[in-house]
């Protein structure tokens, strides 16, 4: 028998406890012996759940256990986690978490503790919810050269963007059905400012490349100003708008990392990912395009991808599972204003597309049925981006207004 503990009785942590309750043989048979709950944490009462009598209050409970030697880490946020899995991570306890803002924050030192202690630190569910995405990448791909990780990577954005595109729903309308269906939290800022993709592109590009990259490295866009036209100019372009996390490896040895909305073509396999859907493209030199697809979120996806980690933990107790990156410093990391692409571009005012050509040169001009008069929609060639801001600023310069820029994804 495996003791473990599950910090956190929230929506993830009462899935974690109900599949461990209620698929007790069939984890028994992948593992030989019985994964017992030992404690909970928690500050609220559950007097109704099956395993009331093992609550605790107190971080102390689990840490002084010796016989718990998996803890699971559901709370969510930096603090108290961060100080919790650190110390049951240097007291040799392994920890699953599925804490992305955890992982993108700490993932380097934590790793580095799991290593000194001879013990495990798993985050399958991290990014994904659950997708299986951060074992295949560390195991089942390791002979690729990754030269690219780009993906859907929430649910809530992506269900907005679905129900523009499909039921031409405003931006705030598909944001509040999103909350009333409880695909998107009272605050969304973590969602539709872009903040949650990047994380999870960050915890990606960490595993792919060896080096920590922390979210403030990451130039990051979120999908508040999108709107209905750009929807439209995107469907006359054969492209649909998503937000995307992607990162891409260089020649010299830098990436090229960004969160931002982005024209995907309707032949890449990325288009047709709708709703509250996540797909994630591995790009490696000996498989091609490999992409992941699933629910990203919600308590038993998320908790599977849990389970998971916690059975695999419970396989290594004495050996130490090679998941790890080194810390970084950013230096590797390209200026978003060397980044090339090319972009969407729509404008207004007087003469904007003979204007438009004199700035950008060749440009290809994108038209819709009932654009107004003065309106021009167009798409640039590829440039670094910080060229594009500038001759953005040349044309708004020559009284042309700039309605909205989006990146062409060469996904």
Known sequence: MVSVAIMGHGVVGSGVAEILLTHKQKLFASLGEEVYIKKVLDLREFPDSPIADRFTKDFNDIINDLEIRV????????????????????????????????????????????????????????????????RPMSQCLVANIVYEVAGILNGTT???????????????????LAQDLGFAERNPAADIEGFDACRKICILASLAYGKHVYPDSVHTEGITKITLDDVKYAEAYNCVIKLIGKVKKLGDGKIDIIVAPMFVPNKSQLANIDNEFNG?????????????YGKGAGKLPTASAVVADVIDCCKHLKTRKYLYWTDGDGKNILDYKDSVAAMYVRTSGKDAL?????TFGNISVIKKDDAPADEVAFVTEEMPYGEFLNKKEALENNDVKVLSSIRIGDL
């Open 71 to 134: 803890v699971v880490e559901v709370m969510g946020g930096l603090n108290p986690a961060y100080d919790f899995v650190k110390r049951c991570l240097k007291a040799g306890k392994s920890v699953v978490t599925s804490n992305k803002e955890l992982v993108a924050a700490h993932g380097a030192e934590l790793l580095a503790i799991a290593k000194e202690e001879n013990v495990n630190f798993l985050f399958e569910a991290s990014v994904g919810g659950g997708i299986p995405i951060i």
């Open 158 to 176: 992506n269900f907005i963007l679905t129900k523009m595109i499909e039921e031409g729903m405003q931006f705030e309308d598909a944001l509040k």
């Open 354 to 358: 003979s204007k438009a050509e004199s």
């Open 280 to 292: 994630i493209m591995v790009r490696g030199d000996c498989t091609g395009d490999v992409v992941f």
